[in-house]
């Protein structure tokens, strides 16, 4: 019964992804360095400012095969979701490697426009990055944007932190060009 649903879900993901609508949620990403090499990704869907109600999202990932069960646990998987109302399963890309997708199973259990929705997460070895999300509609309204999850591709790095070694470089650069010598 459980893959027949996530079968339907897939299929309704694949067709939802061809329509467009007007602005939708916001998925606020974040990464918790577990101190071990993993990290635990916990996700909300911030509706408040949203055009449509969310009846499923998806993210998509940079990696052919995910390193943690795309099932809720529910299911016998790995992956957190807020009630019995939503679950989780692997999901079809739209543009990525691989993907993680979440659907509502009742309508009153949806992400309302106004409201916010957290509890989704997973822990993955895979380090923090940017990721694409898709959002759906029951009626096909669609959204997409970026947030942060896991990846091959780590973030990019502060700009604070990426002055400091430039500035560190050009003072090594102006050195040598002056033939000074560094005592190591």
Do not use: K
Not at 10 to 36: Q, W
Not at 96 to 120: H, R
């Amino acid at each position: 019964m459980r893959s027949l649903r996530l079968a339907a879900f897939a299929a309704l993901t694949a067709a939802l992804s061809f329509a467009t609508a007007p602005a939708g949620a916001a998925v606020i990403g974040s990464a918790l360095d577990n101190g071990d090499g993993t990290f635990t990704y916990s996700f909300e869907v911030d509706n408040s400012a949203g055009g449509f109600d969310i009846a499923a999202w998806s993210l998509e990932f940079d990696f052919a095969l995910p390193d943690w069960d795309p099932a809720d646990l529910a299911g016998g998987g790995d992956v957190t979701v807020p009630d019995p109302n939503w679950i989780a399963g692997p999901g079809i890309p739209v543009a990525g490697q691989s993907a993680q997708d979440f659907l509502s199973l009742a309508p009153d259990s949806d992400v309302l426009v106004g409201a916010s929705l957290g509890g989704f997460s997973f822990t993955s070895s895979f380090v923090p990055g940017t990721v694409t999300y898709y959002e759906f509609s029951a009626f096909g309204d669609s959204a997409t944007g970026s947030t942060t999850g896991p990846s091959t591709a780590p973030a990019v790095p502060e700009p604070g932190a990426i002055s400091t070694f430039a500035s560190g470089l050009l003072l090594v650069a102006a050195a040598l060009r002056r033939g000074r010598r560094f005592p190591w």
